[in-house]
């Protein structure tokens, strides 16, 4: 489950991996494709190693875009596949400030059509509101989320610090925090990340980084499902490349 600040600050410390736009049209194309060795959304662990590709479409102070992961490799044998839909707006405000609005729907291939209703229903939708600060130090961000579906609202909060370490490699440092509170369920939980980041072109870019979550509850992750036991910290690598144009 991607989480969609599209386009707030701090994508969810799940990818560290920047997206380039051109700058001198209202349209814009970013594409990218991401490995990671564990899928964790929101403190949780979905699958072990994940393939990650995304694309999405900017028009204005409009986004719409879709993005994939599907696991790979015999310890992600029952592990889902997943395909988000998502669209935003970043409403035009004055000084620094940011305010993002944006919808998403988690979609899961093997429960069955992509608007159907087999099985109970085939994924869920999601309403979001982010708020960023830019010229904050650490860039402190902001998000409330309500899943329409599962009726969970999530808060989350998330500062970054980026330090040059070249001409064209920075190092990315993150932290979020958030809780989830839904039907009959509830947690709270941190992320840390690092990423290091070479940026090739203007337009393309790669990154290489590192992961550690902790989780108020031993919250039953994908794990737990093969040996029984859910983790109450994750630890996971991921890399990736973008590119816009």
């Known amino acids: 489950m991607k989480q969609l600040t599209f386009a ?24 990218g494709f991401d490995f990671v060795s564990q899928y964790v959304f929101r403190g949780a662990s979905l699958a072990d190693d994940a393939i990650q590709p995304y694309a999405e479409v900017s028009v204005g102070n409009f986004t719409v875009g879709g993005w994939f992961s599907t696991a790979i490799g015999d310890d992600s044998a029952v592990a889902g596949d997943e395909f988000d839909l998502y669209a935003g707006y970043s409403v035009p405000l004055e000084g620094s400030i940011s305010l993002d609005l944006g919808a998403t729907y988690y979609h899961y291939p093997q429960g069955g059509d992509f608007f159907g209703t087999d099985n109970g229903g085939t994924g869920s939708y999601e309403v979001s509101a982010s708020v960023g600060f830019g010229d904050v130090p ?11 579906t599962l009726e969970a609202f999530t808060l989350e909060g998330g500062v970054g610090h980026s ?28 992320t840390a990340s690092a990423a290091l980041s070479h940026a090739f072109t203007d337009d393309v870019s790669v990154y290489a980084g590192a992961n550690f979550a902790l989780n108020s509850e031993d919250v039953l992750d994908f794990n ?21 144009f």
Do not use: K
Request: aromatic letters at 12%.
């Open 8 to 31: 707030a600050a701090l994508l969810a410390a799940t990818t560290f991996a920047p997206t380039a736009f051109a700058q001198d049209s209202d349209v814009s194309v970013a594409t």
């Open 138 to 148: 650490l860039e402190p961000s902001v998000s409330v989320y309500y899943d329409l």
């Open 224 to 244: 737990g499902i093969i040996n029984g036991e859910p983790e109450g910290s994750l630890f996971w690598l991921g890399t990736g490349i973008s590119a816009g």
């Open 163 to 190: 330090v040059p370490v070249g001409d064209a490699q920075s190092f990315d440092l993150g932290l979020t925090v958030g809780l989830v509170d839904g039907d009959g369920f509830s947690y709270e939980w941190a």
